[in-house]
């Protein structure tokens, strides 16, 4: 695996880049999901876009959650409105804070 730089993190989830193969990667809980720059965009396209009240569903535990496909169909995040609000969050703000590491990046005047 790259070396990667953090670009947002909160409790059990964070979201890391790597500037040398332009891979994001996606940390939750025990689940580690790879995206190209293109599929990473994508991704957060379809959470920003996701109505909970719309498709949550109750669980087992009583508690009502929204199903999120990652790119496996297989695999779906389960999210409480709490959670997905927060998992947003930390999507844009790592979108942010790639373009400053990029900015940093950049050599002055080739901008």
């Not at 409105?81 to 002055?108: C, D, H, I, Q, W």
Request: proline share 5%; net charge neutral; glycine share 4%.
């Amino acid at each position: 695996m790259c070396k990667t730089q953090v670009l947002s993190s909160k409790k059990h989830t964070a979201i890391t880049h790597c500037p040398g193969c332009n891979v994001y990667y996606v940390w939750h809980n025990n689940l580690v999901l790879s995206f190209s720059q293109q599929d990473f965009s994508n991704f957060r396209k379809i959470i920003e876009h996701a109505a909970f009240g719309d498709t949550s569903l109750p669980f087992p535990d009583q508690k009502d959650r929204i199903l999120l496909r990652t790119p496996n169909d297989d695999i779906s995040f389960a999210f409480t409105r709490k959670e997905l609000e927060s998992f947003k969050g930390l999507l844009n703000e790592a979108v942010y804070m790639n373009e400053v590491y990029t900015l940093m990046r950049t050599e002055p005047g080739t901008r």
